[in-house]
């Protein structure tokens, strides 16, 4: 049971440094772009954070564009297990958000990482948390960021679980 949960711990590290080196590489590139052609360094970042949320969230994927999750289709282990990532982005900075999974609690009998997590936006409006599944049953599954202060508004995406 141990040796599982580490298991799990280390491959959303895993996937978490990918999305990190990802980022970092892409803003690199385009604040070097930046600098030889007079753009600023912030939408040269803009620019970045947007290229690598669009490589992760290609067509088939469902999200309402401020939320999405990464990879949007994980294949599970053989025992039902996923890793993934969950980012937000151009929210309402310094606020807090829950990320609300009803569907995946119930279909992943070994227990899951995020439904009723809280998290906080950074200053620039961005959130980043990494989630693990157990025992999971494969299919389509809706994951939403609500607000925690008025407008309360609720942000979505849809996270796809294939069978190994």
Do not use: W
Request: glycine share 8%; charged share 10%; with cysteine.
């Amino acid at each position: 049971m141990r040796l599982s949960k580490l298991k799990l711990s280390i491959g959303a590290f895993l996937v978490m440094l990918s999305l990190a080196l990802v980022a970092f590489a892409g803003a690199s590139l385009n604040q070097a772009h930046a600098a030889s052609s007079g753009q600023s360094v912030n939408a040269a970042r803009m620019e970045a954070l947007h290229q690598a949320r669009s490589k992760h969230n290609h067509s088939s994927c469902t999200s309402s564009g401020n939320f999405y999750a990464s990879p949007c289709a994980v294949r599970e282990t053989t025992s039902g297990n996923v890793s993934f990532a969950l980012i937000g982005s151009r929210l309402i900075p310094l606020t807090s958000y829950t990320i609300l999974a009803p569907s995946l609690k119930k279909a992943c009998a070994g227990g899951q990482t995020i439904d009723g997590t809280v998290l906080n936006a950074d200053f620039t409006g961005s959130i980043n948390a990494t989630a693990s599944a157990a025992g999971c049953v494969a299919g389509r599954y809706t994951i939403e960021l609500q607000e925690n202060v008025s407008p309360f508004t609720v942000y979505s995406t849809v996270l796809t679980i294939k069978q190994p």
